[in-house]
T-cell receptor, first 114, second 115 residues
Framework: KNQVEQSPQSLIILEGKNCTLQ??????????LRWYKQDTGRGPVSLTI?????NTKSNGRYTATLDADTKQSSLHITASQLSDSASYIC?????????????FGSGTRLSIRP | DVKVTQSSRYLVKRTGEKVFLECVQD?????MFWYRQDPGLGLRLIYF?????MKEKGDIPEGYSVSREKKERFSLILESASTNQTSMYLC???WGQGSNTGELFFGEGSRLTVL
């Protein structure tokens, strides 16, 4: 069964520190992997996208990595800010399938403390 | 600026009531989606539409129906609301087909409470 699992479920760090969020997937075949940021009470917003052949993608202080062999992705946040407090969701699109088969992880809830 | 607009941010309904959730996108996207989001469960697809009047059941369609009469509008209908339908409902839209589907653009969400 195609699955996306994220860890940790929640994380608290001090402002200015770095952190790394993990995503493991069992989706095959694989088309692309996206990371979304969801602020409390808002809809998710895309941060990065990576296809099978890409292994790193940056968006400001956010850097996503992908290891297609081990089916793992990580999202690294550098020099965290209070505005980074949100849920981060890993989303995998299977290959050769309907858009209805997009799979969401359950997210990591990140809290940044001043 | 791209926009997906959901008609209501917060709704409170009684068991058995009919509930309409409306979603409008201004990006001329082919695809529109309705998800529900519950703590610890992530986003689960209720229904997906890839064209006007076309729909596809998602993972949890029971108790829901949808309507897409115009390309920009996708409605979610709860025929007879029940307490287990209390949730956050998220509408999304995207371009593309199949595994070439582009980024999902989400609305702000509609938090429904059924008493």
């Amino acid at each position: 069964k195609n699955q996306v699992e994220q860890s940790p479920q929640s994380l608290i760090i001090l402002e200015g520190k770095n952190c790394t969020l993990q995503c493991n997937y069992t989706v095959s075949p694989f088309s692309n992997l996206r990371w979304y940021k969801q602020d409390t009470g808002r809809g998710p917003v895309s941060l990065t996208i990576m296809t099978f052949s890409e292994n790193t993608k940056s968006n400001g202080r956010y850097t996503a990595t992908l290891d297609a062999d081990t089916k793992q992705s990580s999202l690294h946040i550098t020099a965290s800010q209070l505005s980074d407090s949100a849920s981060y969701i890993c989303v995998v699109t299977p290959g050769y399938s309907s858009a209805s088969k997009i799979i969401f992880g359950s997210g990591t809830r990140l809290s940044i403390r001043p | 600026d791209v926009k997906v607009t959901q008609s209501s941010r917060y709704l409170v309904k009684r068991t058995g009531e009919k509930v309409f959730l409306e979603c409008v996108q201004d990006m001329d996207h082919e695809n529109m989606f309705w998800y529900r989001q519950d703590p610890g469960l992530g986003l689960r697809l209720i229904y997906f539409s890839y064209d006007v009047k076309m729909k596809e059941k998602g993972d949890i369609p029971e108790g829901y129906s949808v309507s897409r009469e115009k390309k920009e509008r996708f409605s979610l209908i709860l025929e007879s609301a029940s307490t287990n339908q209390t949730s956050m409902y998220l509408c999304a839209s995207s371009w593309g087909q199949g595994s070439n589907t582009g980024e999902l653009f989400f609305g702000e969400g509609s938090r429904l409470t059924v008493l």
